[in-house]
């Protein structure tokens, strides 16, 4: 029996305690996709990418997949390395 990822997905976010976890985890998964895009935008490799930024590999992985939560320096040396531009927006609840 194969379930969907989305009707998986669903049928656990209707436990309330699995959402509140899965919605506190929100920011730290957001900040992850938006790296990769930075450095799919760049058309950069991980190896390149943690080349340019003085690092390894498994540290690029680590951070785009969610492992790691960067450091407001390592995301500027992201910016950097991939041409983009940090931005930090706080919105009302």
């Given at each position: 029996m194969t379930?969907?990822?989305?009707?998986?997905?669903?049928?656990?976010?209707a436990?309330?305690?699995v959402k509140a976890e899965y919605d506190a985890l929100a920011p730290e998964f957001e900040i992850a996709a938006e790296l990769l895009r930075a450095r799919l935008r760049a058309g950069l490799s991980q190896t390149e990418l943690a080349a340019r930024m003085g690092t390894s590999q498994s540290t690029i992985a680590r951070l785009e997949n969610?492992?790691?939560l960067p450091?407001?320096?390592?995301?500027?040396r992201?910016?950097?390395?991939?041409?983009?531009?940090?931005?930090?927006r706080l919105s009302a609840a």
């Open positions: 379930i969907a990822f989305e009707k998986l997905k669903a049928r656990l976010l436990n309330p305690k969610g492992q790691t450091s407001t320096k390592t995301l500027l992201f910016a950097e390395a991939t041409g983009s531009k940090m931005h930090v």
